[in-house]
Nanobody, 120 residues
Framework: QVQLVESGGGLVQAGGSLTLSCTTS????????AAWYRQAPGKERELVAA???????TYANSVKGRFAISRDYASNTLHLQMNMLKPEDTAVYYC??????????????WGQGTQVTVSS
């Protein structure tokens, strides 16, 4: 059974930074593509950033140039560095993995989420 656990969420002022981390048990960010999604109140869950095992990345237009997804090989941890945060970035952020090395449309495993709140 694959488990994903997010950490690093919290309250930050607009313009600030946060780094989210995701650890896994029973899974691997080395052999599987992974992503960060978010869901704001009253909105659908959306893809924020994704990374294939080969290092290819994709970002939502709203976060390009501000967020960066990365993988720590040694610790098998997925990170999301978030800079220049805006109030509209407020959401629950979820870590997810795909069933292959490539990014696809449907993750097969999800974490429980971590709350990010950006105050104006």
């Amino acid at each position: 059974q694959v488990q994903l656990v997010e950490s690093g969420g919290g309250l930050v002022q607009a313009g600030g930074s946060l780094t989210l981390s995701c650890t896994t048990s029973g899974g691997s960010f080395i052999t599987n593509a992974a992503a960060w999604y978010r869901q704001a109140p009253g909105k659908e869950r959306e893809l924020v950033a994704a990374r294939s095992t080969g290092g290819s990345t994709t970002y939502a237009n709203s976060v390009k140039g501000r967020f960066a997804i990365s993988r720590d090989y040694a610790s098998n941890t997925l990170h999301l560095q978030m800079n220049m945060l805006k109030p509209e970035d407020t959401a629950v952020y979820y870590c997810a993995t795909y069933g292959s090395m490539a990014i696809s449309s449907n993750p097969n495993y999800w974490g429980q989420g971590t709350q990010v709140t950006v105050s104006s």
